[in-house]
């Protein structure tokens, strides 16, 4: 560019345009980046959490199909769950003892040693029903239903255990679940039928606690995560150990409890 007596005169315009143009692309690029990223991200968690909660109402069906297999004349039923991630799997079984104890709270709360039953339930081991994705797990056992992520853990169907302080007496029934036929992990995407069936009938025991107490012990790798429920049930306390807990009633009101424990057989299989 030159000036009316002919000299040339310095033009930066074209630069700065550039300049600009350049920074302006590059933080579109940086902000569709960040937005993809952190967008698909949480798009796979909420459909990862939309999959579970699917699972979980499934398995609440299945813990009230395996209910009516306990408290009512029926002997087999059939559930189906839809996996659209992560799989159905095995665990480790949970052992469970309980019964009358003459331990003081000082040895009960000693969860490295066995408790000492003056009567009690044969021992008795129930497998779990498992679904898992990533960290994950939705769990079918002891009649109820557990959700876990990491060490969190939240009980979404209750066992049944009641306790009542004016009869004193302690009720708890259980199905002792076995899985049969294979022990193969099924994964998604998949439909899987899920059948149930009544293997003993109902065994009621009941227990006269006298001068003792109720105390029950589990142990499996879910014991500490059944720990935290039983710890907010009135009436009783929890010590936990190492894949140990022992559930106790805070006195010797309870003079008797009454036990309910039916054998159920489970099969899986890919429905579809």
């Given at each position: 560019?030159?000036?009316?007596?002919?000299?040339?005169?310095?033009?930066?315009?074209?630069?700065?345009?550039l300049?600009?143009?350049?920074?302006?692309?590059?933080?579109?690029?940086?902000?569709v980046?960040?937005?993809?990223v952190?967008?698909?991200?949480?798009?796979?968690d909420?459909?990862?959490?939309?999959q579970?909660?699917?699972v979980?109402?499934?398995?609440?069906?299945?813990?009230?199909?395996?209910?009516?297999?306990?408290a009512?004349?029926?002997t087999?039923?059939?559930?189906?769950?839809?996996?659209?991630?992560?799989?159905?799997?095995?665990?480790?079984?949970?052992t469970?003892?309980?019964?009358?104890?003459?331990?003081?709270?000082?040895?009960?709360?000693?969860?490295?040693?066995?408790?000492a039953f003056?009567?009690?339930?044969?021992?008795?081991?129930?497998d779990?029903?498992?679904?898992?994705?990533?960290?994950?797990?939705?769990?079918?056992?002891?009649?109820?239903v557990?959700r876990?992520?990491?060490?969190?853990?939240i009980?979404t169907?209750?066992?049944?255990?009641?306790?009542?302080?004016?009869?004193?007496?302690?009720?708890?029934?259980?199905?002792?679940?076995?899985?049969?036929?294979?022990?193969?992990?099924?994964?998604?995407?998949?439909?899987?039928?899920?059948?149930t069936?009544?293997a003993?009938?109902?065994t009621?025991?009941?227990?006269?606690?006298d001068?003792?107490?109720?105390?029950?012990?589990?142990?499996?790798?879910?014991?500490?995560?059944?720990?935290?429920?039983?710890?907010?049930?009135?009436g009783?306390?929890?010590?936990?150990?190492?894949?140990?807990a022992?559930?106790?009633?805070?006195?010797?009101?309870?003079?008797?409890?009454?036990?309910?424990?039916?054998?159920?057989?489970?099969?899986?299989?890919?429905?579809?």
């Amino acid at each position: 560019m030159t000036d009316r007596a002919g000299g040339w005169i310095p033009d930066d315009r074209a630069v700065s345009e550039l300049i600009g143009f350049v920074l302006i692309f590059g933080l579109i690029i940086s902000t569709v980046a960040v937005v993809s990223v952190a967008g698909f991200g949480s798009l796979s968690d909420r459909q990862t959490a939309e999959q579970v909660n699917n699972v979980e109402r499934a398995f609440e069906v299945l813990a009230n199909n395996i209910r009516d297999l306990t408290a009512h004349q029926d002997t087999e039923r059939a559930t189906e769950v839809r996996l659209a991630e992560g799989e159905l799997t095995t665990a480790e079984p949970l052992t469970i003892r309980f019964g009358v104890t003459e331990a003081d709270t000082a040895e009960l709360n000693d969860t490295t040693t066995s408790v000492a039953f003056t009567d009690q339930n044969v021992s008795d081991s129930t497998d779990p029903i498992v679904y898992q994705v990533d960290s994950q797990r939705v769990i079918v056992e002891l009649g109820g239903v557990l959700r876990t992520r990491d060490e969190q853990s939240i009980v979404t169907v209750e066992p049944d255990l009641s306790l009542d302080p004016e009869s004193g007496t302690i009720r708890f029934s259980y199905p002792s679940t076995v899985l049969r036929g294979s022990s193969e992990s099924i994964g998604a995407p998949t439909t899987v039928r899920i059948e149930t069936e009544r293997a003993t009938r109902p065994t009621v025991e009941t227990f006269e606690v006298d001068s003792g107490r109720f105390a029950m012990e589990l142990n499996g790798e879910r014991a500490e995560l059944w720990a935290s429920y039983f710890d907010d049930v009135d009436g009783l306390t929890v010590a936990t150990g190492d894949s140990r807990a022992v559930v106790y009633a805070d006195s010797a009101a309870y003079d008797r409890i009454t036990s309910t424990i039916t054998g159920v057989n489970v099969r899986y299989t890919r429905s579809r």
